[in-house]
């Protein structure tokens, strides 16, 4: 697989075929992960991830409007271009297995940006790499909207207590100056 990076995406096509793949997936582990804090009484951190859920549907949306009159090539699962050990069913066995654990919400968080970082990778890698300037431009795009994901998770955990492994309305107020 390492001799199949996300840089020599090289057709459009190509490049939509990885994207539908990834953002497919994506919405996938999202729901699971949701399902998974509801059973486990935690309705806001389900509905983040209900939210990212719907954010991947959107852009598989997008990517499958840019589709119309493209020609999406078949790309056998050892053919994607996808960082090495990146692949998003290496990933999801990988959480399938974490998930059959219980799993406290900051876990849950940790796992949501992983793989938000994985797609942001993947699209940056492509951005920077690709021989076609239209895959650049599109992939920028999608890292982009990534890397706003992976933010707004980061914010999120920043603000979970580690030690109840819940999260916490409101931080420490700031130390007041003597
Ligand atoms: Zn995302």
């Known amino acids: 697989m390492s001799d199949h990076p996300p840089e020599h995406i090289a057709s459009v096509g190509e490049f939509l075929a990885h994207a539908l793949e990834l953002e497919y997936e994506s919405a996938e582990r999202y729901r699971e992960l949701a399902d998974n ?19 991947s549907d959107l852009h598989a949306q997008e990517v499958e409007e840019h589709a119309r009159g493209i020609q999406i090539p078949q790309i056998a699962p050892w053919d994607y271009k996808w ?19 219980l799993m406290t919400p900051i876990q849950a968080m940790h ?14 890698r492509v951005a920077a790499g690709s021989p076609d300037p239209e895959v650049r431009r599109l992939a920028a795009e999608m890292a982009e909207e990534e890397t706003e994901h992976a933010d707004l998770l980061e914010q999120r955990l920043a603000k979970m207590d580690p030690r109840r492994a819940e999260p916490v309305e409101d931080l420490d107020p700031p130390n007041m100056p003597e």
């Open 37 to 55: 804090m509801s059973v486990h009484n935690n309705p806001e951190i389900a509905e983040l991830f209900e939210y990212l859920a719907r954010m």
């Open 83 to 101: 960082a090495a050990g990146g692949s998003p069913e290496a990933n999801a066995a990988e959480q399938d297995e974490e998930l059959s654990y």
């Open 111 to 124: 796992l949501a940006l992983h793989n938000e970082l994985r797609g942001r990778d993947f699209y940056a």
